[in-house]
């Protein structure tokens, strides 16, 4: 069965910086796309970022410029470090990845969420 299990969340100060990891697990035979997206309390989720397997990277309008998406296929862990966070920064944070397991295709699988809160 495969898994994604982020961690890294936590409180920050605005300003300041936080790296999340989201790494998959169980057995499968490929991972294609890997990306964050966020859910704050009472909105809709949305798009933090995607990375493909050539690295090329997508980043959602209000992080562009401080949030930077990288992947380690050694680890099949994709990351994302926070900077210069934002209050609005806010959000529980999800990690998805496009995995073909090992019976079937290609499908999404989404991890726990882990929270982020920025607050002075």
């Known amino acids: 069965q495969v898994q994604l299990a982020e961690s890294g969340g936590g409180l920050a100060q605005p300003g300041g910086c936080l790296r999340l990891s989201c790494a998959a697990s169980g057995s499968f035979f490929s991972i294609d796309t890997m990306g964050w997206y966020r859910q704050a309390p009472g909105k809709e989720r949305e798009l933090v970022g995607t990375i493909n397997t050539d690295l090329l990277t997508t980043y959602g309008d209000s992080v562009k410029g401080r949030f930077t998406i990288s992947r380690d296929d050694a680890k099949n862990t994709v990351y994302v470090q926070m900077n210069s966070l934002k209050p609005e920064d806010t959000a529980v944070y999800y990690c998805?990845?496009?995995?073909?397991?090992?019976?079937?295709?290609?499908?999404?699988?989404w991890g726990q969420g882990t929270l982020v809160t920025v607050s002075s």
């Open positions: 998805n990845a496009l995995i073909r397991p090992l019976y079937g295709e290609y499908r999404t699988y």
